[in-house]
């Protein structure tokens, strides 16, 4: 396949941004959450909007759609019982994940911040209980996302990226890194133990973005491995520059609470190897999700190798 | 088919709750949680089991495996591959998502509960942030447990029940429930008002234990439409039983809290009702509640309608 002559990565995230803020604030209406037995309530439904929309790089399903067109070979179009439906419906439900994530990581007995994404958290703006209710609501929205009929999505389809996510959000994934992190305030991690905790926290669930957006189209056996490779390296850059941005970016500019990390005692990449160290660190991360993807047999994987870039080079 | 002469709920009872028991045991165990890439902090775990093991009646998983044994026709030999091993994974999926519920429930946030199950809540013996995230683990653990290998449940039956699962855990189910009945506390609900939180709040779950025990066998239309009406109205019953114990029973029998609704101000069926004439509603709710199961065609129904009575007559 001879590759399209030039790839413009910020028209390719502009376009499927676009296509998720649509699908999420679509989904999270009042009208498609309701059932003919049951009608939510609609303070719920504003907190979740809230914590979901308007908000975000959509990092996660970006790598959903990308790593989906990258083993599909090709643009995928919307529509039910296509890849491009799944994937879609992928993207917004791993975003669902990471938005519940943030806003129970935002309670006061949790990180305690009051400023995401350039606005007051969920729980100053709702009041802790709607906080704790909106982020459960959006952990079981991620799986009705992913379980519509048979003919929109395939049932074998349907329980792979069920299983994907759920295992990427659990215990051995997002919700046991923040365990880890919770128990290891004020103690000193070394490097492996700390890489551990960020694989869990972090980690997982970029790894299922990837693995996710695969999931949608056909990949090989070698290509899945490749992509697995891919995925656990950004995962892991990704921690490292977020560590290195506590250090060096403002609040304003991150859009939550900078310094929260050094102020907390909470071990970092910085922290351990220093600051021009990480940084080298992160550009060595780089270099590595490129090798993956030049093993992977792929044809085009620019979105995937341009987003990895943007995971490293990123300001915010 | 020809019915065994008699028919013991107590010891179908125990021996359902000893394999419940002993599958959520071994399901929260630390090496069946472990992956190759990453293992969950014991700490998680453990917090984790304290919320699910050793106590609870299993009233939702006993009503997933009467539902899959009266569909089925036959009792449910476990084992990878066939309804039963789907019914048991379903059972416990079913508790852990009230386990996760009843654990940020309890938190100071919602109604600050410290005595559940006659043993101190999550958060009075952990902190409150390891109970969110162990609510938030076991949530994501209910749909790990649907989506084993595809040689252990077939796909089909994993999507459905992770769809079933989902819509009664969420924003129209008991999410939903617990957000109405969070913005209800003091303000004057008529009955149908309550009857819709309820439905939402309590009902959906026990509807949904009743549906993904049909799930697991082959359900005739008409068996699923009489198991839907059967779910439902013991929904319902439940929640009107609750309320009448919140007044009638203490706190020793309760395992939790008693008169906390009445202390609180809420609406319930005995203050909107009266006792006497919520005990005849109760009453009123067994006797439809039998009439679904008798409209169902299944051939032996005396395990749901056993558990049915169970939940009216129950004293705590």
Redesign the interface.
């Known amino acids: 396949m001879s590759l399209p002559a030039s790839f413009d990565l910020s028209a390719w995230s502009r376009a499927k941004q676009s296509q998720v803020e649509q699908a999420l604030a679509q989904w999270l209406a009042v009208p498609a959450?309701?059932?003919a037995?049951?009608?939510?309530?609609v303070?719920?439904?504003e907190s979740?909007r809230y914590a979901v929309l308007d908000g975000g790089k959509r990092l996660r399903p970006l790598l959903v759609l990308a790593a989906a067109e990258a083993v599909a070979s090709a643009p995928l179009e919307p529509g039910p019982g296509g890849a491009g439906e799944a994937a879609l419906r992928a993207a917004c439900a791993v975003e669902l994940i990471h938005a519940?994530?943030l806003v129970?990581d935002d309670?006061p007995?949790?990180d305690n911040d009051v400023l995401r994404r350039g606005k007051p958290t969920v729980h100053v703006q709702f009041?802790?209980?709607?906080a704790?209710?909106a982020?459960?609501?959006l952990?079981?929205?991620?799986?009705?996302l992913?379980?519509p009929g048979?003919d929109c999505i395939a049932?074998?389809r349907?329980?792979?990226l069920?299983?994907l996510?759920?295992?990427a959000?659990?215990?051995?994934?997002m919700?046991?890194g923040?365990?880890?992190d919770?128990?290891s305030v004020g103690l000193p991690l070394d490097e492996q133990q700390l890489r551990?905790m960020h694989?869990?926290k972090t980690g997982?669930l970029l790894l299922a973005s990837v693995m996710m957006g695969a999931a949608c189209a056909e990949p090989t056996p070698a290509a899945q491995q490749a992509l697995s490779q891919f995925g656990?390296t950004i995962g892991l850059a990704f921690q490292v520059v977020d560590d290195i941005l506590d250090v060096t970016a403002d609040s304003v500019t991150l859009g939550k609470t900078s310094g929260k990390d050094a102020q907390g005692n909470k071990p970092t990449y910085v922290s351990l190897l220093g600051l021009a160290p990480a940084q080298a660190y992160a550009r060595e991360l780089l270099a590595q999700a490129a090798a993956a993807l030049a093993a992977s047999g792929l044809p085009d994987t620019r979105a995937l190798s341009g987003l990895a870039e943007r995971v490293v080079s990123r300001s915010s």
């Open positions: 959450l309701t059932r037995e049951a009608k939510p309530p303070a719920l439904i979740m519940y994530s129970h309670m007995c949790m009041g802790q209980a709607s704790l209710l982020g459960d609501a952990q079981a929205l991620a799986f009705e992913l379980t048979f049932p074998q349907q329980a792979q069920c299983g996510l759920a295992r959000a659990g215990c051995a994934g919700a046991g923040q365990a880890i919770l128990a551990e694989r869990l997982a656990a």
